[in-house]
């Protein structure tokens, strides 16, 4: 894919209970996951998210915190010179974590957003393994050990990276505890619904796999 000006990025917006945003998120392709709590969006319509759910929209959007407060990991695709939007309020505290230029998508053809969540038991592993198209993810418990050929890095709770798709990746879980990380993916239309794991080894396909996966959203993409 040639570039065409896109960044993928991950914030992490903080609200007291019952707190809100002074001021609507603009409209952007948005994946925003409850964390902790739960909150509230009003939109085209309102609607309630509890803790490890997400929602998705491309239109701006009004954010409320529940009862308990809230921990909202927000995951936007935005134009390379669409400026970083932080929330603010009274009781908001908000952080970007990471942003990445993407290769794609290609307004020219059909993609999705994706986002989900990876599974391990203790000591699981992913086999060496590429997607069909790049992706932020967050550790949300356990530790996690990413293995690629620039090197390997451990993930604890909260910690984000990126992954661009095509560069061969190994992950191993820890020992102590089972292990989750929730992602969002850029990925082709016709993979909605489909997984969009290739294995590096041939031989790894049939064999038994530890990872889990949990579903949220898989919705196009709007340009």
């Known amino acids: 894919m040639s570039r065409t000006g896109y ?19 603009p409209a952007l392709n948005r994946v925003l996951y409850c964390h902790e709590g739960s909150f509230s969006v009003a939109g085209q319509q309102e609607e309630t998210v509890g803790e490890d759910r997400a929602w998705f929209g491309s239109g701006s959007v009004e954010v409320r915190a529940g009862d308990a407060g809230a921990v909202i990991w927000r995951y936007e695709l ?38 989900d969540a990876v599974k391990f ?3 699981g592993h992913a086999f060496a393994h590429v997607h ?7 550790l949300r ?7 690629t050929d620039g090197g390997a890095k ?11 798709g095509p560069e061969p990746v190994v992950a191993k879980a820890c020992s102590e505890r089972c292990t989750k990380f929730v992602r969002v993916m850029v990925l082709p239309a016709e993979l909605r619904g489909k997984s969009s794991i290739q294995y590096v080894d041939p031989d790894d396909i049939d064999k038994p796999k530890s990872q889990r996966y949990q579903h949220y959203v898989d919705e196009p993409i709007e340009h």
């Open 141 to 147: 418990e356990g530790k996690l050990r990413i293995e």
């Open 78 to 115: 935005a134009d390379t010179d669409s400026p970083v939007k932080l929330a603010a309020g009274t009781g908001v505290s908000s952080e970007l974590t990471l942003e990445s230029e993407l290769d794609g998508p290609d307004p020219a053809t059909d993609w999705i957003l994706r986002c």
């Open 7 to 25: 960044r993928l990025r991950h914030i992490v917006d903080r609200l007291a209970p019952g707190a809100k945003y002074f001021e609507p998120l």
């Open 121 to 123: 038991p203790m000591g």
């Open 154 to 164: 451990e993930y604890r709770p909260g910690e984000a990276w990126f992954e661009p």
């Open 132 to 138: 069909q198209g790049p992706g932020i993810r967050c």
